[in-house]
C-alpha cells in the first residue's frame, strides 16, 4: 500500500525555520510531481511548492525567495525548507504526490492519480 509520510511540523517563532519531509512508502515504480500545500484555519488547501520528476519547482508567490522544495527520487521522498517564516505561514501542510505507479509483489502496477499525507501541523509565534 502506498502511503506519504510527513514529519518537521512544529512551533517556530516568526523569522524562524522549519523544514518539512515526506516520504512515500510501498512498492512504488514512480512519482510524477511531489509537493506541498497547506491549509490554514478557516481557509481552503492551496499549493504550497511543487516539483515534476524532472526537477522543475512551482512555487506560490507568497513564498518565493523564502521556501525551497527539493526532492530525492532514489528515497522517494520531498523536503520543504522554510526560512523566514511568518504568522501567516502557520498551516497544517499536507504532501502531494501526482501520477504514483506502484508496482507490488504481485507485478501488477497500479496506477494512483493523486496521493495526499494527513498533514504535519507548522505554528509561527508573532
Known amino acids: 500500500q502506498v502511503q506519504l509520510v510527513e514529519s518537521g511540523g512544529d512551533l517556530v517563532q516568526a523569522g524562524g525555520s522549519l523544514r518539512l519531509s515526506c516520504l512515500a512508502s510501498?512498492?512504488?515504480?514512480?512519482?510524477?510531481?511531489m509537493g506541498w500545500y497547506r491549509q490554514a484555519s478557516g481557509k481552503e488547501r492551496e499549493l504550497v511548492a511543487t516539483?515534476?520528476?524532472?526537477?522543475?519547482?512551482n512555487y506560490v508567490d507568497s513564498v518565493k525567495g523564502r521556501f525551497t522544495i527539493s526532492r530525492d527520487s532514489a528515497k522517494k521522498m520531498v523536503y520543504l525548507q522554510m526560512n523566514s517564516l511568518k504568522p501567516d505561514d502557520a498551516a497544517v501542510y499536507y504532501c502531494?504526490?501526482?501520477?504514483?505507479?506502484?508496482?507490488?509483489?504481485?507485478?501488477?502496477?497500479?496506477?494512483?492519480?493523486?496521493?495526499w499525507g494527513q498533514g504535519t501541523l507548522v505554528t509561527v509565534s508573532s
Open positions: 510501498g512498492n512504488i515504480f514512480s512519482i510524477n510531481s
Open positions: 516539483m515534476t520528476s524532472g526537477g522543475i519547482a
Open positions: 502531494n504526490a501526482k501520477s504514483v505507479v506502484e508496482l507490488p509483489i504481485s507485478g501488477i502496477m497500479r496506477r494512483y492519480d493523486e496521493l
